[in-house]
């Protein structure tokens, strides 16, 4: 049974077994984050490029944490690199993430729930994109809009379970950005910035990115093999149908 508990708990073996590789993946991408936020100036038009640069460059780094994981979840040999190696299919993994964030930003506006929904029915889209590319599906380009079909049926009849994984491990994040709230808004409580950092720290929310990462990757290759366990076993009841008559 693919749950949330599995997820996460093969997650966090996933993650102890390769931490050095995957931690270090997303300290990339935060770095890249970072920058992009440094840069680009607190202006309407810094915004939209902003939004830009976050298409260029994070949504190929995002996509190539997904492999990465994906790789150490299969026991295959995986190596740093392989975190960039969505910008060869760039134009794919560009599209998926332009038309995720249009499809959740109507959705957000449509009573939020519907924007959850799509945000969890195309979360497998970039592994989706990757995966095909790199052989672990059939060995054909995808476009994006069959990427996200893909992740589509896929995600179905698990969605629960994928929106689980991320709301547990945006828990703790909560909670620091409150306290951090509180601290700016409210200086007489007396509660230094330095220690919401340091309870940031202690809490694990610098580890949430790769976790979240390697259980929705462990999620991913549940799903595939129990369909082509499906689809393995589909042909054999048919041919003894056939041989019986029935």
């Known amino acids: 049974m693919i749950s949330t508990w599995f997820c996460l708990r093969q997650g966090i073996d996933v993650l ?45 780094l995002y996509a190539g944490q997904y492999l990465l994981a994906l790789h150490v979840v299969r026991g295959e040999p995986t190596a740093f690199r392989d975190l960039f190696r969505g910008f060869r299919w760039w134009g794919a993994l560009a599209a998926v993430s332009v038309l995720t964030s ?40 995808i476009g994006a809009v069959g990427a996200m079909r893909r992740s589509k049926e896929l995600t179905a009849g698990y969605r629960a379970t994928l929106f689980a994984i991320s709301l547990l491990l945006s828990l703790p994040s909560v909670a620091v950005g409150t306290l951090a709230w509180i601290a700016l808004t409210s200086p007489d409580t007396g509660i230094p910035l330095w220690t919401i950092e340091v309870l940031a720290l202690l809490s694990g929310t610098l580890f949430l990115g790769p976790l979240h990462a390697a259980s929705y990757m462990v999620a991913y290759d ?12 589909r042909p054999t009841v048919t041919l003894e149908e056939h041989a019986t008559g029935e």
């Open 222 to 233: 549940a799903i595939t093999r129990l369909e082509r366990r499906d689809q393995d076993v």
């Open 102 to 141: 249009l499809l959740a930003s109507v959705g957000f506006l449509l009573l939020i729930v519907p924007g959850i929904v799509w945000l969890v029915m195309f979360a497998f889209a970039p592994i989706v994109v990757l995966d095909r590319a790199t052989g672990g599906a059939p060995t054909q380009r």
């Open 16 to 60: 102890v077994r390769r931490f050095p590789l995957l931690f270090g993946a997303w300290l990339v991408i935060l770095a890249v984050q970072q920058g992009i936020a440094l840069v680009v100036p607190d202006t309407v038009q810094g915004l939209w490029i902003s939004l830009a640069l976050d298409i260029v460059l994070l949504a190929p």
